[in-house]
């Protein structure tokens, strides 16, 4: 079964940083509205973005900010950053009722996380992916709409060796497919790992294009899923032969891409899919930079295309489906362990397959 | 987290060493580890209490690792694989 519901009371990446500005921008996460902003002084903030009169999205035009304030479109109701309503047409009297829901918002890692539940966040804080803004990497992003269920996303992100088979000619390789993994499961810390370290291995164009390398490659990856939101592929690329890394954890002989995906849930069967490539290496390269912008929007685009026809096929199919699983989805099977704990689903027979 | 970090190193091909010892998680209490075993098709688990067993399918193995304390007697794994379906 893939996970259906929700894990509520968590951050969840609800933008890039850049596409948070003095123009509201509205997101559904985990089915909520949510209007995003800039206040004069550069904070983001996050409300919900239905008018508490008559609905009006505050996201929509005509719907406009004047400085920290938004004012709704269709008949003028005005709220501060905090929510709350501080003008009504053509009346003193402002409703005590008339507020909007704020949502407690983290900048961090060039993201805007929002926290969706009913509980304050208290010390919680969102996962950390830092290369993202960090000296020393070069990143590129991008976010595709998914129309799939995030479930479907989190499965294809935890098994790689789909790669050799829907991504050939950009980053998969016959390698992907045949590497045993090792996979690693911290309850407590509530992450999913899964290493699949291939010794001898073609140069897919991805990497034979960026870094300039011509023959085969030891190629590591090493996955970190934090659920719900975060999934951070740390990606090892070096000539065969190459020196490992050093002990003190230094690695000049290898090119590294951090590959991060923020995996937000937005409704049942729709999902925004955050990407971002960060390499340390050929860090001022435009064409670098391109290439590799170009070239993983292509790959998260083939997977969109996938999940997209599969969430068309599960949709139309019954609700106890007996799916197989094998070898390659122990990593998979483990996250949706863990979300259904998160998502509080009671441990129904058959387990969580 | 930079490469300099130590936190950061990856494993070297083939070695078995966990990926939560690069991220300073060494200390995990609940750490459950799966090792595809090189050359087979089988999964050999180990759970943080010290129980260890083999599987060829990962649904009857998650149910098995994440079912701890149940069934768990920390021994050496035996030489042929166990059957898989009596540890459900
Ligand atoms: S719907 Fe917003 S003011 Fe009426
Ligand atoms: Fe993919
Ligand atoms: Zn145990």
Known sequence: MIVAEFARDQWYVAAFSHEVGRRQLGRTILDEPVLLYRTEDGQAVAMADRCVHRRFPLSESPSHLVGDKVVCGYHGFTYGPDGVCVAVPAQQRVPRTARLRTYPVVEQDSFVWVWIGDREPGGTLPPRAPWLAQSGYTTVCGMEPLNARYGLLVDNLLDLSHETYLHGGYIGTPEVAETPITTEVDEEAGVVYVSRHMADAACPPFYAESTGIKGRITRWQDIEYHPPCLYLLHSRVAPVGSPLPAADGTDPHAFHVEVVYAITPSTGNTTYDFWAVARDFALDDEKVSDFLRESNRTVVLQDVTALNTLEQVLAREPDRYQELSVNIDTGGLAARRLLAKMAGTPRTEPAVR | ?88
Do not use: K
């Not at chain 2, 070695?15 to 799966?34: K, M, N, Q, W």
């Open chain 2, 1 to 88: 987290m930079t490469a300099a970090d130590p936190r950061h190193r990856p494993m070297a091909a083939g070695d078995p060493e966990p990926a939560h010892r690069r991220h300073g998680l060494s200390a995990a209490r609940t750490l459950h580890r799966v090792h595809w075993m090189p050359g087979t098709d089988r999964l050999h688990a180990i759970c943080f209490c010290g129980a260890e067993n083999e599987f060829d399918d990962p649904v009857v193995l998650w149910d098995w690792l994440l079912g701890h304390p149940d069934d768990h007697h920390p021994q050496p794994v035996p030489d042929s694989p166990a059957p898989a379906a009596v540890l459900v």
